[in-house]
């Protein structure tokens, strides 16, 4: 790669912002990812009752998604993504089921779950009767559900078993982020097992694939400076994250899921771990699909030669995708690539249906026919896709 180390290093806070912006924001609005797969004959008489047999949609040759936050599946807003699917390109939906404060969309059998009340923690879950309703819903439809469950970033864990938190050198205490919330240590086996029973539990719900979100460490420059792991046992950052991913595809590859996880748009052009432990080359076998959240408007001012990578979406994400080309051709059994894109505005110009479009063309020109389109309030701009074929 040519990008130098100053401007990776520039770029990780605006793409610290891309995680942040993918994962945190859906939880601040309490107020308020060609051919579609078809729905089998089987999938449209599946019943709500007991011991009903569960039907899995096909995993679609293309897929294109949209993200669901939990307080969208919550209310009405479901409802409202599920009929934009059945009537444009999208057959997919990407939906919280454990979101970045660690709470679990509906009431859990995990017993970790149970036992810290992430599934009634906030006093709001999602009920048997309406997640059935939904899947069924989508399972009918042909449309393919993805449950994302956050892993590393989960402070209602943190808090409740502080062994299992990132440490202070000083004290031995929780570190802290920017926003006072602790972290869980990335080197803990505990927190992906804990990732990979809800996997289990979601798969056997009704939903198709499972994403991993936050598979990484904090991206504070502090953290470093201030952190200790006694775990580490002499690992590399970037070793940790490749082992614990293998963890998880050991653990579910029995039950017939597919792994994927989702990773900053920068780890494509940075060859470095960017400090969260996410190096391409380290990851990238060891999923069946990797996501790169590769928004314009998180890359920093001069990559990529751009003066402002955000008012040129083409050439931003033409670029990051034909780095993360190059860096998966060397490497054995690397994963399928599916962008994410960004349907949202932050910073000049507005995004309107043209800047989706053109991200949309940027992958198509790279060979990438799937995509899944992030908003954080999961409000999307349907004259960007294309009408059900």
Request: charged share 25%; net charge positive; aromatic share 8%.
């Amino acid at each position: 790669m040519t990008q130098s180390v100053r401007i990776a290093t520039i770029a990780l806070l605006a793409s610290s912002l891309a995680c942040q912006q993918h994962s945190d924001a859906g939880a601040q609005t309490a107020s308020t990812r060609p051919t579609r797969g078809k729905a089998t004959a089987s999938m449209t008489v599946r019943r709500v009752q007991a011991g009903a047999p569960i039907v899995h949609v096909p995993t679609p040759d293309t897929l294109r998604g949209l993200y669901v936050n939990r307080w969208a599946a919550l209310g009405s807003k479901l409802k409202g993504l599920i009929e934009v699917a059945k009537k444009t390109e999208v057959n997919a939906l990407v939906i919280d089921v454990k979101d970045d404060r660690g709470f679990v969309l509906y009431r859990s059998s995990v017993p970790l779950a149970h036992e810290i009340g992430a599934d009634t923690a906030d006093g709001h879950w999602m009920s048997a009767s309406k997640l059935r309703a939904a899947l069924d819903t989508m399972i009918a439809n042909g449309i393919y559900p993805i449950a994302r469950i956050v892993v590393a970033k989960d402070p209602l864990l943190a808090r409740k078993k502080l062994e299992l938190a990132i440490k202070r050198k000083s004290d031995l205490k929780p570190w802290l982020d920017k926003n006072g919330n602790p972290w869980l240590d990335p080197h803990q086996r505990a927190i992906w097992q804990y990732a990979a029973d809800l996997a289990r539990e979601a798969y056997d719900l009704g939903f198709s694939e499972v994403q991993f979100d936050y598979v990484r460490f904090p991206d504070e420059r502090r953290l470093v400076a201030e952190t200790v792991y006694p775990l580490a046992n002499g690992r590399s950052r970037a070793q940790v994250i490749r082992d614990q991913l293998g963890f998880l595809r050991n653990a579910l590859k029995p039950n017939g899921m597919r792994v994927t996880a989702d990773v900053f748009g920068l780890t494509a052009t940075d060859t470095t771990d960017m400090g969260i432990g996410q190096r391409w080359e380290m990851f990238v076998d060891q999923v069946d699909v990797v996501l790169p959240m590769v928004y314009p408007s998180h890359f920093a001012r001069g990559t990529y030669r751009l003066r402002n990578p955000n008012a040129h979406p083409y050439k931003t994400v033409n670029n990051a995708l034909k780095d993360a080309i190059a860096r998966s051709r060397p490497v054995a059994n690397a994963a399928k690539i599916i962008p994410w894109y960004q349907d949202f505005t932050l910073g000049s110009p507005h995004y309107y249906a043209e800047q989706i479009r053109a991200q949309k063309k940027a992958g198509y020109d790279n060979g990438f026919q799937s995509w899944i389109l992030w908003n954080p309030k999961s409000n999307y701009t349907v004259a960007a896709l294309e009408p059900r074929t």
